[in-house]
């Protein structure tokens, strides 16, 4: 998994192009980018998309991003999608893991009411929307077997916080996001689940996309959100490992099998301890290759 595109749940034409755009997953959104008055319309839309293409062996994975826990949407959100068996749910405005436990026990009566495999629908948890949230990074740790991955956000969090912006005038996000997201990357890692970096608002500024997927890369996040299909390529590119950065992989790998009883092997010429190996195996992990 490496790029996630969002794409509003009440328009045909627009799932219809996520498929070919190259994204590893689609994040059918039901919230944000769909009016009050057209969530019927949207879950009926939704619905018929995961009808459709939940078969295919092609395809990207398939997540819903529903409504908030505390809007009175969600229960009919996920009746809508649930009886088709999406991928996963993309939770919103989550303060904490007992958000995530609790729509999880959600997701359990449905798979259950629909035939679906028990555990079978994943759940990424948006983490940071509000300042409560930022608060709750720390509980995520074994709340629930479908948690997969923790993102974050700085435009509702924004809001919440009645910042006239979430961005320096050189385009580096300010303090509060900063933080946020590093509290993001530190959550996902005590939870063992993937870290997923934010969107990157400026669909049509590509060497921007570039340099920030860099910086999450090098930070530890292994995805990137997306909300333009253009942006999908930039974020595919950035986030797979190199031949080279495999076949280092494999050789470190290959190091501490070959002398399982030490703390610390060398690979050329460098010393390499434990965290190395761990991290090789992440890498590896992600590509299919271990």
């Given at each position: 998994m490496r790029s996630l595109l969002f794409v509003p749940g009440d328009s045909p034409k627009k799932l219809e192009k996520g498929l070919t755009s190259g994204a590893d997953v689609l994040l059918i959104d039901l919230e944000d980018s769909v009016a009050l008055s057209a969530k019927d319309e949207a879950r009926r839309v939704t619905a018929e998309f995961l009808s459709d293409h939940r078969a295919r062996a092609e395809r990207p994975r398939l997540f819903v991003r529903v409504n908030g826990l505390n809007t009175g949407l969600i229960d009919a959100d996920l009746d809508g999608v649930m009886r088709?068996?999406?991928?996963?749910?993309?939770l919103p405005k989550t303060v904490g893991g007992?958000?995530?436990?609790?729509?999880g026990a959600k997701l359990a009566v449905r798979e259950a009411e629909f035939g679906l495999e028990d555990g079978a629908t994943r759940i990424l948890a948006i983490a940071t929307e509000n300042a409560a949230g930022v608060f709750a990074l720390g509980t995520f740790a074994g709340v629930s077997h479908r948690l997969m991955g923790m993102t974050w956000g700085g435009e509702d969090l924004s809001a919440d916080l009645g910042a006239q912006a979430n961005r320096d005038d050189d385009g580096a996000y300010t303090d509060p996001y900063r933080l946020a997201r590093s509290l993001t990357l530190l959550g996902a890692a005590a939870a063992s689940v993937d870290a997923v970096d934010s969107v990157f608002t400026s669909f049509r500024d590509m060497a921007g996309l570039e340099a920030e997927c860099r910086k999450a890369l090098r930070d530890g996040f292994v995805a990137k959100m997306a909300i333009h299909p253009a942006?999908?390529?930039v974020i595919n590119d950035a986030f797979t490992p190199s031949q080279q950065a495999i076949e280092q992989a494999q050789a470190v790998i290959a190091a501490f099998a070959a002398n399982p009883g030490a703390g610390v092997v060398g690979v050329n010429g460098e010393m390499l301890d434990r965290p190395h190996l761990l991290r090789a195996e992440r890498l590896l992990k992600r590509t299919g290759k271990h």
């Open positions: 088709i068996g999406p991928d996963g749910i993309v007992a958000d995530v436990a609790h729509l942006q999908v390529p």
